[in-house]
């Protein structure tokens, strides 16, 4: 069946506008989280969710970054203002558990996210 | 594509030999950690879990060891193959339900 799926692939935007990443998790998929991931290093850990609640936001570097997931299903990441150091790849995961049972996660192909 | 790992700790192995990635993990409350596989433009793939009341688990031509007393984890592939080439990430979980990864490790399989 069809994987993680996340949009836009690449995004280039000017320092100071919004951008909104949006994730598509495999369906039926309870749990989603969000990392970032910096070239050369491993994902670092956003925000997650248990279907439509966001359980866990401490990831998020400031509050220029926020997510939600209304219904249980996509999500988007949302980050304002954005600055050059929010460039990075950002990746979505889901998982056909709760977060805090098993937690083997699919990962999606990532938005390449570039701030001129 | 994506260019994975340019400075990462990096490991050589011959077509057909057993690899073994080794990984010290931070934190000793972790209690369930993951190995994952990286390719060149893709996301992670989950290859392996443990839990901390394990100290060996199999898979498929891959075992993951992990030693709690010196917070060492390591992943064994055997008869390594051309495909396996990617790098490679140890996660750990730490009681709050996220994963926390390593900085990974590039292996390269020579034909």
């Known amino acids: 069946g069809a994987g993680v799926s996340q949009s836009p692939r690449y995004k280039v935007t000017k320092r100071g506008q919004d951008v909104a990443l949006r994730c598509d998790p495999i369906?039926?998929?309870?749990?989603l989280y969000w990392y970032r991931q910096a070239l050369g290093q491993g994902p670092e850990f956003l925000t997650y969710?248990?279907?439509?609640?966001?359980?866990?936001k401490s990831g998020l570097p400031n509050d220029r970054f926020s997510a939600e997931r209304p219904e249980g299903s996509i999500s988007t990441l949302t980050i304002q203002r954005t600055e050059q150091r929010d460039s990075a790849m950002y990746r979505c995961a889901s998982s056909p558990f709760l977060a805090g049972l098993y937690n083997e996660q699919f990962f999606g192909p990532g938005t390449r996210l570039t701030v001129l | 594509g994506e260019s994975v790992g340019l400075h990462l700790p990096t490991l050589s192995v011959q077509e057909g030999d057993n690899s073994i990635i080794n990984c010290a993990y931070s934190?000793?409350?972790?209690?369930?950690f993951i190995w994952y596989k990286q390719e060149s433009g893709k996301g992670p793939q989950f290859i392996i879990d443990?839990?901390?009341?394990?100290d060996k688990r199999q898979g498929q031509r891959v075992t993951v060891l992990l030693n709690k007393t010196v917070k060492h984890l390591s992943l064994q592939i055997a008869a390594t193959q051309p495909g396996d080439s990617a790098v490679y990430f140890c996660?750990?979980?730490?009681?709050?339900?996220?994963?926390?990864f390593g900085t990974g490790t590039r292996l390269t399989v020579i034909p």
């Open positions: 996660a750990e979980r730490t009681g709050a339900n996220n994963l926390f």
């Open positions: 934190n000793s409350a972790s209690d369930y």
């Open positions: 969710f248990n279907y439509e609640a966001q359980q866990d």
């Open positions: 369906s039926g998929h309870v749990s």
């Open positions: 443990i839990r901390s009341n394990m």
